[in-house]
């Protein structure tokens, strides 16, 4: 290779278990599945990618040339995108038209089928240099992260009722339509109304200790 030279969201993972959609972790297949999204992106200008034209579709040079656009995946985008090498664009998930689908009503869009990491990805831009004037890239940034904050809360209360409806009603149609972050949050919903209603039957005769509460018994007594 040769060439020439926030606001922040994040959410707070509760167990080992939580899928991608939260962070990076090394160790987590959802995490190595979502750095695997497809950015479109532009070589900048002066810079150029020797022996690399094999990895674009699109051209027959030998070399990645300057302005040269082609879709990177994600991990890759992102580090080419902190040395200045490329510029991205938003994937159709995240552009305008759909920011503004999400907006009228989130809770009708299907996020599975517009990319199963949605929030993962999203919050993976917030990490990208998405303009070079700062203003502008700090309130593309705010705008995403509004998106992301506001699609996910909205749709949340939508996901909790269902998980606990779901003994008397089909929640297939909504559940595939869900990102992965949102059926691990179903999944709990489930496994809570599951263990209420054993409570109730008389099936569970121990009550258990919260983990969080266990947890602050313990700081408090250190």
Known sequence: MSGTSSQTLSFTKPSP????????????????????ERIPSMVEENISF?????????????????????????WLAKSL????????????AYKESMRTALSADPTVIDLHRNGPYFYSVGLSLLQFKLDKDRD???EEK?????????????????IMDSSHNYYCANT??????????EKYLFSLGQEAL???IQYERGHNKIIMASSLTSNSRKRKRN
């Open 142 to 158: 705010e705008r995403l992260a509004k998106t992301l904050i506001e699609t996910f809360v909205r749709r949340l209360r939508v």
């Open 50 to 74: 020797q022996r690399l034209g094999h990895i674009c579709p699109h051209t027959r040079e030998a070399h990645l040339l300057s302005k040269t656009k082609l879709d990177l995946p994600l």
């Open 136 to 138: 502008k890239d700090e």
């Open 17 to 36: 278990s939580l899928p991608a959609g939260t962070g990076e972790d090394y160790w987590s297949l959802d995490d190595f599945i979502s750095s695997k």
């Open 81 to 92: 995108n902190r040395k200045e090498m490329i510029s991205i664009t938003f994937p159709k």
């Open 172 to 181: 297939t149609n909504m559940t595939n339509q869900l990102d992965e972050l």
């Open 194 to 196: 599951t263990k209420q």
